[in-house]
């Protein structure tokens, strides 16, 4: 039901859905009250989202930093995993950011898969590290990625593909319930309650993860500019948002409504233990070692 009342409002990822028959599942929201999918393990045919996607000559381009010790730590397991899992069958093309051009690990790639690599520079704080690549992505996207891809996913490095990460994932503008907050209630959600900041809100839809977002390069650029902006008017204000770069993202994603949500499965934390509506992990959180990571 939900889905045909989208294909009405006309939100383009919806009417494609209701065409490839995308099913509900009764254990777990499906559909947000903007609605947008939430999309759960069950609910699709991924042959049709592959067939439909190269057929419309869609192409991805995935974005990622490995900056100081995370390039050593977790690129090289992060890139091999993604060729076994993400996007397979389409055309991608890594943006692999680092300090370190000369430490890429050698990566064997499929067929109509590429790498780049963008030089930044390290920066400091951690923080920054983090926060900063909003800039970058914007940049790339503007320079290059707008050229010759459709679509883009941004990732955090420390974490290792396990399971389909596909086509069904692609849409206008893609957000990611965050594995710790998605079954609790929503005044438990970190947003930055912080009046002096851009970020701040008192309430949202939900509590999304900045390991994962993405959509078609337009609705990407329009993010990582937007929080880019509000991070730097934070910086002039002297404030920082709670949770950097993801509080900017969850304030955009209230004022822009995402139209595809991914459910957990799309980046969980096998800490969390057992949970009945997790059917499949797709992406996994890489153990931390901040004692080594995050010293100076
Ligand atoms: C980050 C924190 C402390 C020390 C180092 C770094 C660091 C991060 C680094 O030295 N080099 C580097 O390349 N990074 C990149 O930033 C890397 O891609 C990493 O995955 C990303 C975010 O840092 P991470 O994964 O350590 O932070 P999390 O897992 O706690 O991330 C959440 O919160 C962050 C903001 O605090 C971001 O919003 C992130 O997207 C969230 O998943
Ligand atoms: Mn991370």
New binding site residues.
């Given amino acids: 039901k939900c889905i045909l009342e989208s294909a009405k409002m006309l939100n383009l990822d919806s009417s494609v859905d209701a065409s490839l028959n995308l099913q509900s599942r009764p254990d777990v929201q499906t559909c947000t009250y903007w609605k947008a999918a939430i999309i759960w393990e069950g609910m699709f045919d991924p042959r049709l989202y592959d067939d439909m996607h190269k057929s419309k000559g869609s192409s991805v381009a995935l974005t ?8 050593d730590a ?1 690129l090289h397991k992060f890139l091999n995993s993604s060729e076994q899992h993400f996007m397979v069958g389409l055309p991608v093309t890594y943006y692999v ?2 300090d370190m051009p000369e430490m890429l690990p050698d990566i064997k790639l499929s067929p109509l898969r590429s790498l780049k690599f963008i030089k930044v520079k ?1 920066n400091s704080r ?2 920054d ?3 900063m ?1 909003m800039k970058s992505i914007s940049d790339v996207i503007e320079s290059d990625i707008r050229h010759h891809c459709t679509y883009v996913f941004c ?5 290792v593909f396990t399971g389909r990460f596909g086509s069904e994932a692609l849409g206008d503008s893609v957000a990611l319930l965050h594995a710790h907050y998605y079954h609790l209630p929503k005044h438990l959600y970190t947003y930055d309650r912080n009046p002096n900041s851009k970020a701040y809100m008192e309430t949202g839809d939900f509590y999304y ?3 994962v977002f993405g959509g078609s390069w337009k609705s990407v650029k329009a993010l990582t500019e937007a929080c880019y902006q509000g991070i730097m008017e934070d910086k002039q204000n002297n404030v920082e948002a709670l ?4 509080s900017h ?1 969850n304030k955009y994603m209230l004022l822009h409504k995402p139209s595809r949500v991914l459910s957990p499965e799309y980046c969980w934390d096998t800490n969390i233990g057992y949970r009945s509506d997790i059917q499949v992990t797709r992406l996994l ?1 890489a153990p ?1 070692h ?1 004692d080594t ?2 010293s100076p």
Avoid at 64 to 71: K, S
Avoid at 155 to 159: A, E, P
């Fill in positions: 990622v930093f490995a900056v100081g010790r995370y390039l977790y950011f680092t390290k951690w923080q590290v983090s926060m690549r990732f955090d490095v420390d974490q993860h900045a390991a949770w950097h770069d993801e993202l959180w931390k901040y990571l995050r």
